[in-house]
């Protein structure tokens, strides 16, 4: 099946600091979604990006959805101790079928320390 | 409104046997799913349905049945359960299963099979 290549699979960082992750494909994207899933839980939206070369922001969350169809980044500004969770980028492939039919990536794990 | 409800929330299995997982929810939504999360990976589609009545196949169906008799439930059969099948599985449901609905997780069944 498609793949979403995830990085960093995981981040140590200090509470206060800025945090940036990614995914990338070998296909294109109509949809680009980014989930955070505390443990034991769901995983929950944050954002989701529709047209290429949007920039989204969620309070401290910013998202963008790459020009090329085929990326996405999250960035985090001053990150706090409930920040802490696996993050996860998902892609709707443009095909037929239902719109959420989506593949996700790997996760990133994201530790904060206070 | 207690959103998406599955039971139970840890199961052992012993190779062979079968069981059910529950899925419920109250918000009358018409698009339900399965997915299952294993150590390491995202999430991987299993079945969807997209209203009662109609089920599909996601990316991995071996293994697993669906029916959807009612809107509100959605259940997974494990025909006879093996150890690749252990994982924690995730119901999710949105309003008709296509953007910008949102679709929300359930808090997950963690699943062994021995």
């Known amino acids: 099946g498609q793949q979403l290549n995830q990085s960093p699979q995981s981040m140590f960082i200090q509470e206060g600091e800025d945090v940036s992750m990614n995914c990338t494909s070998s296909?294109?994207?109509?949809?680009w979604l980014w989930y955070k899933q505390d443990p034991g839980e769901g995983p929950v939206l944050l954002i989701a990006?529709?047209?290429?070369?949007e920039l989204t922001s969620n309070g401290r969350l910013t998202a963008q959805f790459g020009i090329t169809r085929k990326d996405s980044f999250l960035n985090i500004s001053a990150s706090i101790p409930s920040d802490v969770g696996i993050y996860f980028c998902?892609?709707?492939?443009?095909?037929?079928?239902?719109?959420?039919?989506?593949?996700f990536g790997k996760g990133t794990l994201l530790t904060v320390n206070p | 409104n207690a959103g998406v409800t599955q039971t139970p929330k840890f199961q052992v299995l012993k190779t062979g046997q079968s069981m059910t997982l529950q899925c419920a929810q109250d918000?009358?939504?018409?698009?339900m799913s399965w997915y299952r999360q294993d150590p390491g990976m995202g999430l991987r589609l299993i079945h969807y349905?997209?209203?009662?009545?109609?089920?599909d196949q996601g990316e991995v169906p071996n293994g697993y049945n669906v029916s959807r008799s009612t809107t509100e439930d959605f259940p997974l059969r494990l025909l006879s359960a093996a150890p690749s099948q252990t994982s924690v599985y995730f119901c999710?449901?949105?309003?008709?299963?296509?953007?910008?609905?949102?679709?929300?997780f359930g808090p997950g069944t963690r699943l062994t099979v021995l």
């Open positions: 999710a449901s949105s309003l008709q299963g296509f953007f910008p609905d949102t679709q929300y």
């Open positions: 990006l529709y047209k290429a070369g």
């Open positions: 296909s294109i994207f109509n949809t």
């Open positions: 998902a892609g709707q492939l443009p095909s037929g079928g239902s719109n959420y039919k989506l593949t």
């Open positions: 349905s997209v209203g009662a009545g109609i089920t």
């Open positions: 918000m009358n939504h018409e698009y």
